[in-house]
């Protein structure tokens, strides 16, 4: 994602919380193994939120994406 959630036609911040929550729920009720990749300083105040503890990763910058792509497969692997 590139931040916080965000739709042209609604415009509640806490529904657009809960609608991607709850699509990642059903994504893992369905078998998906989900984990959140943002390009958000401020991810904390939303990210867990909609993945869970643990089951995503902030990056500052898109420059920081080739240096934490080895963190991010090791998430993945053992998840």
């Keep these: 994602?590139?931040?916080r959630p965000y739709d042209i036609d609604v415009?509640?911040?806490?529904?657009?919380?809960?609608?991607a929550r709850r699509a990642v729920l059903e994504a893992r009720h369905d078998g998906v193994q989900v984990l959140g990749l943002t390009i958000d300083p401020r991810a904390s105040?939303?990210?867990?939120?909609i993945f869970f503890a643990h089951r995503?990763?902030?990056?500052?910058?898109?420059?920081?994406?080739p240096a934490a792509l080895p963190a991010?497969?090791?998430?993945?692997?053992?998840?």
Excluded at 72 to 79: D, G, T, V
Aim: glycine share 2%; no cysteine; net charge negative.
């Design 1 to 3: 994602t590139d931040g």
């Design 11 to 19: 415009h509640d911040p806490e529904y657009l919380l809960e609608d």
């Design 45 to 49: 105040e939303w990210a867990e939120r």
């Design 56 to 65: 995503f990763l902030a990056l500052e910058s898109v420059a920081a994406l």
């Design 72 to 79: 991010l497969y090791l998430r993945l692997a053992h998840a």
